[in-house]
């Protein structure tokens, strides 16, 4: 595999480690070699087939939002505003990556930060001031990251028309187009190497990785809204499931398709959306998938559907309960085990991201989180539902807000997670009882505009180390500081790494 320096930018000349690199598991060909030298990283530009989208919103909501901005009712258009609880440490915008920011993950002191464009490698031994590292154009939505070892995982959920990083967007039903995993090496921090490329039904919309010694399995969540993809057609009622090895990641392989929705018919199982449950999303794949190694347990988010279940074997996982909410949920977007692993949170994404639901027109019950109790013991273990939460400010109708990714904050006997809200934020919230939930603490932008629906805010929010940190889709990395006694025994936990998704044992879970 290929990977190819160019010159230095702007932002070199103040951070000499950070370079941005052309990578490319098809860039062997001399052509293709001259045209990704010939592209300047300053004028890098997000692939528009894979660009998020925004929208208008009526002149009576553009006119709504700016009362509420003159009356204080919510800040001004890119004013901070935050608890007092929360303090902004750091700021990095997006350089030479231009497309939409997405997730994030850990590895000792590196953030590893994805963007429809690529990914973007930042050094935070000092949280107040992050340094970018290097920034690895491959243009792809969503750019979904996890790391583990020497190896960093990339979805491409969009179709392209190789599996290289110069490859561009087509229409999904031309037959030689290609969606699914990139692997890339990262032995030399400062150089990725791109090392493997695995084609996916469906492509690949998230991941999640069940590391082991000798090998990484990825499960691989999508989904198919787009029937005239080749390779998505109905039913798609299950993922793939991909074995790399750590010492040969070229030889990366999908090893099985386990079906978790078998049913009767084209559609197999799972939700049947509308119109049978107007306005759900029927269920055609997974949206996300956490497990717990530790436990061999896992939970999905699959459109229609939450789903628990047993990955004692990681190759053929196990559905144990399957649950749906056909009056408030509309899509089932990804989920949070709390640390007895005896809860899920579950996340609605109504609007698919990039709608204004966090106003009083939505209500408290929709575009929220669901707060599911595991109760019982083995193969009979049953997902109840408890409540909702949703953050208790009202956005702009210019704001898309919705409930996103987030992660747990480790404090012994409590269930404390902070999350995402797109605009809505990032919000600090305890679950510890399962029908009371509150917000602790909050840290928010003001819209990105009075007069337009523009694609912005925080995608992930996630604790690690003392901190938190946010990949914000427009304004880009941001270092925040928790300082709360509810919260403040979990600077004490200290971890080699995180991949949200894969999450970690914080303590014992056993009385």
């Given at each position: 595999?290929?990977?190819?320096r160019t010159s230095?930018?702007?932002?070199?000349?103040?951070?000499?480690?950070?370079?941005?690199?052309?990578?490319?598991?098809?860039?062997?060909?001399?052509?293709?070699?001259?045209?990704?030298?010939?592209?300047?990283?300053?004028?890098?530009?997000?692939?528009?087939?894979?660009?998020?989208?925004?929208?208008?919103?009526?002149?009576?909501?553009?006119?709504?939002?700016?009362?509420?901005?003159?009356?204080?009712?919510?800040?001004?258009?890119?004013?901070?505003?935050?608890?007092?609880?929360?303090?902004?440490?750091?700021?990095?915008?997006?350089?030479?990556?231009?497309?939409?920011?997405?997730?994030?993950?850990?590895?000792?002191?590196?953030?590893?930060?994805?963007?429809?464009?690529?990914?973007?490698?930042?050094?935070?031994?000092?949280?107040?001031?992050?340094?970018?590292?290097?920034?690895?154009?491959?243009?792809?939505?969503?750019?979904?990251?996890?790391?583990?070892?020497?190896?960093?995982?990339?979805?491409?959920?969009?179709?392209?028309?190789?599996?290289?990083?110069?490859?561009?967007?087509?229409?999904?039903?031309?037959?030689?187009?290609?969606?699914?995993?990139?692997?890339?090496?990262?032995?030399?921090?400062?150089?990725?190497?791109?090392?493997?490329?695995?084609?996916?039904?469906?492509?690949?919309?998230?991941?999640?990785?069940?590391?082991?010694?000798?090998?990484?399995?990825?499960?691989?969540?999508?989904?198919?809204p787009n029937v005239?993809?080749?390779?998505?057609?109905?039913?798609?009622?299950?993922?793939?499931?991909?074995?790399?090895?750590?010492?040969?990641?070229?030889?990366?392989?999908?090893?099985?398709?386990?079906?978790?929705?078998?049913?009767?018919?084209?559609?197999?199982?799972?939700?049947?959306?509308?119109?049978?449950?107007?306005?759900?999303?029927?269920?055609?794949?997974?949206?996300?998938?956490?497990?717990?190694?530790?436990?061999?347990?896992?939970?999905?988010?699959?459109?229609?559907?939450?789903?628990?279940?047993?990955?004692?074997?990681?190759?053929?996982?196990?559905?144990?309960?399957?649950?749906?909410?056909?009056?408030?949920?509309?899509?089932?977007?990804?989920?949070?085990?709390?640390?007895?692993?005896?809860?899920?949170?579950?996340?609605?994404?109504?609007?698919?991201?990039?709608?204004?639901?966090?106003?009083?027109?939505?209500?408290?019950?929709?575009?929220?989180?669901?707060?599911?109790?595991?109760?019982?013991?083995?193969?009979?273990?049953?997902?109840?539902?408890?409540?909702?939460?949703?953050?208790?400010?009202?956005?702009?109708?210019?704001?898309?807000?919705?409930?996103?990714?987030?992660?747990?904050?480790?404090?012994?006997?409590?269930?404390?997670?902070?999350?995402?809200?797109?605009?809505?934020?990032?919000?600090?919230?305890?679950?510890?009882?399962?029908?009371?939930?509150?917000?602790?603490?909050?840290?928010?932008?003001?819209?990105?505009?009075?007069?337009?629906?523009?694609?912005?805010?925080?995608?992930?929010?996630?604790?690690?180390?003392?901190?938190?940190?946010?990949?914000?889709m427009a304004k880009?990395?941001?270092?925040?500081?928790?300082?709360?006694?509810?919260?403040?025994?979990?600077?004490?936990?200290?971890?080699?790494?995180?991949?949200?998704?894969?999450?970690?044992?914080?303590?014992?879970?056993?009385?």
């Open positions: 595999m290929t990977s190819l230095r930018t702007a932002s070199d000349t103040r951070n000499p480690r950070a370079r941005i690199r052309y990578t490319g598991v098809a860039a062997a060909a001399a052509g293709l070699l001259a045209t990704l030298l010939a592209v300047s990283p300053a004028a890098a530009t997000p692939d528009p087939g894979d660009a998020p989208v925004g929208g208008t919103v009526s002149a009576e909501q553009a006119a709504d939002a700016r009362a509420a901005i003159q009356s204080g009712e919510i800040p001004g258009v890119d004013e901070i505003v935050h608890s007092s609880n929360i303090e902004h440490l750091a700021n990095i915008p997006k350089d030479a990556l231009k497309g939409s920011n997405s997730d994030l993950a850990f590895q000792g002191n590196y953030a590893f930060a994805g963007n429809y464009d690529g990914f973007r490698i930042f050094d935070i031994s000092d949280p107040k001031a992050p340094k970018s590292v290097v920034q690895v154009l491959c243009p792809g939505s969503q750019n979904d990251i996890s790391v583990s070892g020497n190896l960093v995982f990339l979805s491409t959920d969009s179709s392209r028309s190789d599996d290289s990083c110069a490859s561009t967007t087509q229409p999904a039903s031309v037959k030689e187009s290609w969606e699914g995993m990139k692997i890339f090496d990262i032995s030399d921090i400062a150089n990725p190497k791109y090392v493997a490329a695995v084609e996916t039904a469906c492509g690949s919309h998230t991941h999640t990785l069940v590391p082991q010694r000798k090998d990484v399995y990825v499960y691989v969540s999508s989904y198919s005239a993809f080749p390779d998505c057609q109905p039913p798609h009622d299950g993922i793939s499931v991909i074995k790399v090895p750590r010492k040969a990641p070229e030889q990366a392989a999908v090893v099985d398709f386990p079906v978790l929705f078998p049913g009767e018919g084209p559609d197999g199982g799972g939700n049947p959306g509308g119109p049978t449950n107007p306005g759900v999303s029927k269920t055609t794949g997974c949206h996300d998938i956490t497990v717990l190694p530790e436990k061999d347990l896992a939970a999905g988010a699959c459109m229609g559907d939450g789903i628990l279940f047993d990955i004692e074997d990681p190759e053929h996982p196990r559905v144990i309960d399957r649950v749906q909410d056909n009056v408030n949920f509309a899509f089932w977007h990804s989920a949070t085990f709390n640390q007895r692993a005896n809860k899920v949170v579950f996340t609605d994404e109504l609007g698919g991201g990039s709608g204004a639901t966090c106003n009083a027109a939505i209500g408290p019950n929709r575009g929220a989180d669901g707060i599911y109790d595991i109760v019982g013991k083995g193969k009979n273990r049953k997902l109840v539902f408890r409540s909702y939460f949703k953050i208790p400010r009202h956005q702009a109708a210019t704001e898309n807000c919705v409930a996103h990714n987030g992660s747990l904050i480790p404090v012994k006997g409590k269930d404390l997670m902070v999350q995402a809200w797109y605009q809505g934020g990032i919000s600090v919230w305890d679950f510890t009882d399962s029908a009371k939930p509150k917000e602790i603490a909050y840290f928010e932008r003001g819209p990105l505009s009075a007069t337009t629906l523009s694609t912005a805010g925080s995608w992930s929010a996630y604790y690690y180390n003392g901190h938190i940190y946010s990949n914000d880009g990395f941001d270092v925040l500081k928790l300082s709360d006694p509810r919260t403040d025994p979990a600077k004490r936990i200290r971890m080699d790494g995180l991949n949200v998704q894969t999450q970690p044992d914080y303590f014992d879970f056993d009385d």
